[in-house]
């Protein structure tokens, strides 16, 4: 069973969990690969945006303007209620996967924790070559996700999968979400092997395409900094870096 991401309560839910790793380092090594902060990044897009979170904390610290696109409308009536503002453009996903933007005309792209959730290797496909579309030449894409290597892994987040279990590419997993004082969320996500997404960018006619695994860093001080001693040393993210 997967999860629907069309319901609003699932978008509700996945609202309240509360993202430490992604503020402590995921998001800043993603914007760092995705050129955010290089001269003349205006506009960037967010293929998958959710409920509109990655979107305002780009904001927090770049000078641009975000097109914010998914394809559940759930998920966009939370990011408008929630984040409202005038930089930030709101776009449903068409079931084709395309969006509704000129080719050549964005300055980056970024993907949060999309690719994880598609059972379809075809449908990942269509999502990186629609990407490559829009981008002008030079641009980067850059795609977080879970680490497909951090399989039971006992990360501040939870845990992706069983431990000591081998997972085939597209194979349905379950990631369990912790929520402080609240039950973990459970959801059903799909294991694509690294290859496989780095695979897809080249196919789509990306060129530099590799990847990072960032950690948290050894003298991090900041916020719940004693809840992420794994954190330190296992990578629980990857980043896929593709340049057109």
């Known amino acids: 069973m997967s999860t629907d991401w069309n319901l609003l309560e699932v978008a509700e839910s996945y609202e309240d969990y509360e993202p430490v790793r992604e503020r402590a380092f995921a998001w800043a090594a993603l914007f760092e690969q995705a050129g955010l902060a290089e001269p003349g990044c205006r506009t960037v897009l ?62 980056a792209a970024i993907s949060s924790f999309v690719f994880v959730c598609i059972p379809d290797a075809e449908i990942i496909q269509n999502i990186v070559s629609e990407v490559y579309r829009v981008l002008r030449p ?33 194979e349905a997993i379950e990631m369990r979400l912790a929520r402080p004082g609240a039950e973990p969320v459970s959801l059903v996500d799909y294991h694509w092997p690294k290859d496989a997404q780095l695979d897809r960018l080249r196919a789509a006619g990306f060129r530099e395409v590799g ?20 954190e330190r040393t296992s990578p629980p993210y990857v980043i896929y870096v593709a340049r057109k």
């Open 46 to 107: 967010d293929y998958g945006a959710g409920t509109g979170r990655v979107a305002a904390e780009i904001l927090r610290g770049h000078d641009v303007s975000v097109i914010a696109a998914d394809r559940s409308p759930s998920m966009l009536k939370v990011a408008r209620s929630k984040r409202q503002d005038p930089r930030i453009s709101y776009q449903v996903i068409g079931d084709d996967q395309r969006l509704e933007l000129p080719d050549d005309g964005i300055d």
């Open 138 to 170: 030079g641009a980067t894409y850059a795609v977080l996700d879970v680490n497909p290597d951090s399989i039971g892994v006992p990360f501040e987040i939870g845990r992706y999968g069983e431990a000591g279990r081998a997972y085939a590419a597209g």
């Open 211 to 230: 990847l990072v695994e960032p950690t948290l860093p050894a003298d991090y001080g900041g916020p719940d900094q004693d809840r992420m001693p794994v």
